[in-house]
């Protein structure tokens, strides 16, 4: 099969030099990001045959602002293909990064620039969607903050980019999947790190007013979260404005975040100088731990969180529940799996999952049709089923929606674009189909997704 030969998608533009005329606006960032591979001490020895956008750290935190345009070119310089992935910004659907769908490949040697007009302000993150197994698993997994156009009050900001590495005494990389993980809650890494740290601590001022942005960036695990040592408040989840009161989590019931998933808190740091916040998870069978600290500098600022502003709501359109229309979609085991068709995007090899009792066939998939088709600004509600009694964190690619409710619990009416599926939960969502374009919709486990459980919706 040649690369080239066909777009799934329509409407796709021409990649590399589909942009080429368009000059950033003199507001605007432009940003390089170099695909290659790196090396990094994970543990007591260095970590080879890593893959980042530097030879020796993670990828970066990449900065934009609400509404201001931002260029960023993908260069791969790797062998394999790649394609880059914003997950949460709701651009344009040929800046969405997902081969065949919106884009072809980036093969070694090729770039493409991405440019968009982040609607939204709020903490994303940014991942490949081709060979997103491997790449994501050897590294490939960087956080996105979008500012508002003015700080809410804080003094300085942390982010904590969460995930696990599968690896070997020696440090060397296990194998990022296994059938028997794939076909159950998949394989889980060995190595728990915050922005590849076993042992991150970073400094802040006493009694200062922190932003901490929190991303489970790992490609299985659901992190299960509580901070200690310091007053907080959960000030947005999945990029948008809390509008509600949550309760702060706890050792005891701490929150429950998906691969994908982001949670923004307000800290105030501690007044002792040497004091420390800790956020803590906690892993099967062990106590809680800290996966980061912020230790308190200096002399008390003696800040308090009432002195901060209100995040403003990010201009997403409520859905009109009178005049929804009803989707439904099932989560569950495949029936069968055909051969997978993943053109250059890596293949696990096997299916397992299902949207709809159909399995996804591959991202090079051919003859695969939406599995829905909304009218542009029209309002609907898709009702989840997961069938299986695994846990599914489902995301939906260039719209947010809205949980309405749900068989096993009492939901939160929380914007979101990826929502964590219990064991046999059925939950409706509501959304406004506003954005026009083929939107992947799939379980942001990898393994998941890899091996069947991903489709697309088109919005036209
Ligand atoms: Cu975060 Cu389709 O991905
Ligand atoms: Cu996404
Ligand atoms: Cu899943």
Excluded at 226 to 254: M, N, S
Excluded at 266 to 281: I, K, T
Aim: proline share 8%.
């Amino acid at each position: 099969m040649k690369r080239r030969e066909f777009l799934l998608g329509s409407g796709a533009a021409a990649g590399v030099a589909g942009l080429g005329g368009l000059s950033m606006a003199a507001t605007g960032s432009a940003e390089e990001l170099v695909l290659q591979p790196a090396s990094y001490r994970l543990r007591d020895q260095l970590t080879t045959g890593m893959v980042s956008l530097s030879p020796d750290a993670p990828p970066q935190v990449l900065y934009g602002k609400q509404g201001q345009r931002m260029r960023l070119t993908v260069r791969n310089t790797l062998p394999d293909y790649t394609a880059m992935h914003w997950h949460g910004l709701r651009i344009a659907n040929e800046m969405d990064g997902v081969p065949y769908l919106t884009q072809m490949p980036i093969g070694e040697g090729e770039s493409f620039a991405y440019e968009f007009t982040p609607p939204d302000a709020g903490t994303y993150w940014y991942h490949p969607h081709c060979m997103t197994m491997d790449q994501m698993a050897h590294g490939l997994t960087g956080v996105m903050v979008i500012a508002e156009p003015e700080n809410p009050g804080f003094d300085s900001e942390q982010v904590i980019n969460l995930r696990d590495f599968r690896l070997d005494e020696e440090g060397a990389f296990l194998p990022a999947y296994t059938a028997r993980g794939a076909a159950r809650s998949g394989t889980f890494g060995n190595i728990q790190t915050a922005n590849w740290l076993t042992k991150a601590v970073y400094d802040h001022a006493a009694g200062s007013l922190v932003r901490l942005r929190v991303v489970n960036t790992d490609t299985t695990r659901i992190y299960k979260l509580h901070l200690e040592g310091a007053e907080a408040r959960i000030i947005a989840w999945d990029g948008h404005p809390v509008e509600v009161d949550l309760a702060l989590p706890t050792a005891d019931a701490p929150l429950w975040m998906g691969p994908g998933q982001r949670v923004d808190l307000a800290v105030r740091m501690p007044d002792g100088e040497g004091q420390s916040a800790a956020l803590m998870a906690k892993f099967p069978g062990q106590k809680p731990r800290a996966m980061a600290r912020l230790r308190a500098t200096g002399q008390s600022e003696s800040r308090t969180l009432e002195e901060l502003h209100p995040l403003p709501a990010n201009p997403v359109q409520r859905p009109n529940l009178d005049q929804a229309k009803l989707h439904e979609f099932v989560f569950g085991w495949t029936p069968e799996g055909g051969a997978p068709n993943d053109g250059f995007c890596g293949s696990l090899g096997y299916s397992f999952w299902s949207i709809n009792r159909t399995p996804w066939p591959g991202d090079a998939a051919q003859g695969t049709g939406p599995l829905a088709v909304l009218k542009q600004g029209k309002s609907y509600v898709l009702r989840m089923r997961n069938e299986s009694p695994n846990l599914h964190p489902i995301h939906l690619h260039g719209l947010a929606f809205v949980p309405l409710k749900s068989n096993l619990r009492k939901l939160p009416p929380l914007m979101t674009d990826t929502f964590l599926l219990l064991k046999d939960e059925v939950v409706e969502i509501a959304l406004v189909a506003d954005n026009p374009g083929d939107w992947a919709f799939h379980c942001h486990v990898i393994e998941h997704q890899k091996t069947g459980l991903a489709g697309f919706i088109r919005v036209v």
